[in-house]
């Protein structure tokens, strides 16, 4: 009922920048937050920003000053504005958004993910 639709990674140069979409759509109430997890290849997924609606945003200590989180809520669609990348944030990202929709189908959901190369 619900999918989430992400694109924007690709491989750039350390010091570079990428910006990550995601777009949700299908029968959607409301989405109470939304946001952008990466995981890289032996390491567990990890928070890297959250937003639970306009100007409410949390981020991991690691991307703090060089990423930014946004959504417009009339799309249903999140963004990940990444500045100054570095090699170690090399990673897929995933999107994830908490959805209010018809009970039975109600919950998390997440995008396939896309893969974010940064090179030194």
């Known amino acids: 009922q619900v999918q989430l639709v992400e694109s924007g990674g690709g491989l750039v140069q350390a010091g570079g920048s990428l910006r990550l979409s995601c777009a949700a759509s299908?029968?959607?109430?409301?989405?109470?937050?939304m946001g952008w997890y990466r995981q890289a290849p032996g390491k567990q997924r990890e928070l890297v920003a959250t937003?639970?609606?306009?100007?409410?945003?949390n981020y991991a200590d690691s991307v703090k000053g060089r990423f930014t989180i946004s959504r417009d809520n009339s799309k249903n669609t999140v963004y990940l504005q990444m500045n100054s990348l570095k090699p170690q944030d090399t990673a897929v990202y995933y999107c994830?958004?908490?959805?209010?929709?018809?009970?039975?189908?109600?919950?998390?959901?997440w995008g396939q993910g896309t893969q974010v190369t940064v090179s030194s």
């Open positions: 937003i639970a609606s306009p100007g409410r945003t």
């Open positions: 299908g029968i959607i109430f409301s989405i109470n937050a």
């Open positions: 994830n958004a908490d959805v209010r929709t018809h009970l039975p189908t109600q919950g998390e959901y």
